[in-house]
């Protein structure tokens, strides 16, 4: 939003932020080790407030941060609780604040720098904090701003995930999974160290909110971190390698002009039985708004379907939940589309069973649950539409693809080489 009205964005830290929560219960503590008073060791200390270490301090500091901005007039998201909204009238104008909270970290945008400013003095006045001005890194998150839009990217992330793993050195590879990949869960191969494995998995999914070429294959490795085997880590290097020539990749929000031309684009795909394992599918969608990518997903579907349109139509009906939030979230942020959501299939049986109840036979086994994506569309909230193959880029969520084919739709989705802006 912050990117299609040209507002300027801000950062804020505060300090010892758990210092400054409230506990609302009675809370006791042994005195600490050559801080004990004489004659009175067997005592304990009473706590005040909270203290960093204690189960009841991030809820606690939580808390007392949701009151003071309730306090300065800021309204919580019902759909997203870390995101509130302020709207006031200056100078005959309505402009708007929105404030984005992780912890103890705050981002800050709205269209009047005056109201910013004003919003920094206050939170200044009551707690200790850092005015980081400008944002630039956010949650290991770098931005740049262009003149084609926003880049969002973690190049020096993904340089020390690199080293931490000893892959500075490796050979890059063209795309994350090869072809036809094919992992197993009770593999007769040796076992590897599962405490290196997780943290490489963890570490790489950290990496996806800033890289969608990646999700599908993260995914696939993130199913085996409970005995994973050498194939698995095998797989899970082959990512490290791809990163290695891709660093410096990010994913760019495009700055459209045009906002007569406000609308929710989604595209949803499935690879029918994809894990030969438990003959599961494996489901994906991306959604943009004005062209540029704002939520995306790739992951196993919960139950075994039984043909490639029940494979595509869960995923369509995950893809209408996310949808129905997307829209929530907008209007909460009183972002106005012009129509309803478009969501693009490439499986016109899947289509067809979302309109209507067709084929009752075939698909009166199908869980309630995915009758969602039905509703939605009877009540006009959704608008379901047929898309070719070749132009469904929810393709790269789904399965390894060759590198033409990949390459093809990384860029479509909007992850792009920093090279191209600071040129």
């Known amino acids: 939003m912050a990117n299609r009205e040209g507002w300027s964005m801000?950062?804020?830290?505060?300090?010892?932020?758990?210092?400054?929560?409230?506990?609302?219960?009675?809370?006791?503590?042994?005195?600490?080790?050559g801080f004990k008073?004489?004659?009175?060791?067997?005592?304990?200390?009473?706590?005040?407030?909270?203290?960093?270490?204690?189960?009841?301090?991030?809820?606690?500091?939580?808390?007392?941060?949701?009151?003071?901005?309730?306090?300065?007039?800021?309204?919580?998201?019902?759909?997203?609780?870390?995101?509130y909204i302020k709207t006031v009238i200056h100078n005959k104008?309505?402009?708007?604040?929105?404030?984005?909270?992780?912890?103890?970290?705050l981002l800050v945008t709205g269209s009047s720098e005056e109201l910013i400013n004003e919003f920094k003095s206050q939170m200044l006045s009551e707690f200790e904090m850092s005015d980081l001005e400008r944002l630039s890194y956010f949650l290991g998150i770098e931005f740049v701003q262009t003149k084609s839009g926003i880049v969002m990217h973690q190049t020096k992330y993904a340089s020390d995930l690199l080293k931490r793993f000893n892959m500075l050195q490796s050979n890059p590879a063209g795309t994350p999974s090869a072809v036809g990949l094919h992992l197993e869960q009770n593999a007769a191969e040796e076992p590897v160290d599962p405490a290196v494995y997780r943290k490489m998995v963890g570490s790489l999914r950290?990496?996806?909110?800033?890289?969608?070429?990646?999700?599908?294959?993260?995914?696939?490795?993130?199913?085996?971190?409970?005995?994973?085997k050498q194939s698995h880590m095998t797989a899970a290097k082959r990512i490290l390698r791809y990163l290695r020539g891709t660093t410096e990749f990010g994913i760019l929000f495009s700055r459209n002009t045009n906002h007569e031309d406000m609308k929710l684009i989604g595209f949803s795909d499935s690879d029918w039985c994809g894990d030969k394992g438990d003959r599961k599918s494996t489901a994906g969608y991306i959604f943009f708004i004005e062209g540029a990518p704002i939520s995306w997903s790739s992951k196993k579907e919960p139950v075994v379907a039984l043909s490639s349109s029940e494979a595509e139509y869960i995923a369509a009906a995950e893809a209408a939940c996310q949808a129905a939030w997307l829209e929530k979230l907008m209007n909460e942020l009183k972002i106005k589309l012009k129509?309803?959501?478009?969501?693009?299939?490439?499986?016109?049986?899947a289509i067809d069973l979302a309109k209507n109840p067709i084929c009752h036979g075939k698909s009166k086994h199908i869980k309630t649950r995915f009758h969602f994506l039905r509703d939605q569309v009877n009540q006009g909230k959704l608008n379901v539409d047929f898309c070719k193959l070749e132009f469904q880029l929810a393709d790269i969520f789904t399965k390894a693809l060759k590198y033409e084919r990949f390459k093809c739709l990384r860029e479509s989705i909007g992850v792009v080489c920093m090279k191209m802006f600071l040129a």
């Not at 009675?26 to 600490?32: C, S």
């Not at 060791?41 to 309730?70: M, S, T």
Request: overall charge neutral.
């Open 37 to 83: 008073k004489e004659k009175h060791e067997h005592k304990v200390y009473k706590l005040k407030k909270a203290l960093y270490g204690l189960k009841q301090a991030p809820r606690a500091w939580n808390k007392r941060i949701d009151e003071f901005l309730c306090q300065v007039e800021f309204l919580k998201c019902v759909s997203e609780f870390g995101v």
């Open 10 to 33: 801000h950062q804020l830290d505060v300090k010892s932020a758990f210092l400054n929560g409230f506990l609302e219960e009675d809370v006791y503590v042994l005195q600490p080790q």
């Open 93 to 105: 104008l309505e402009e708007k604040l929105i404030i984005c909270l992780y912890m103890d970290d």
């Open 206 to 228: 950290y990496l996806c909110h800033t890289r969608p070429d990646l999700n599908h294959s993260v995914g696939l490795i993130s199913r085996f971190m409970q005995e994973p």
């Open 339 to 349: 129509s309803k959501t478009t969501l693009m299939v490439d499986n016109k049986s």
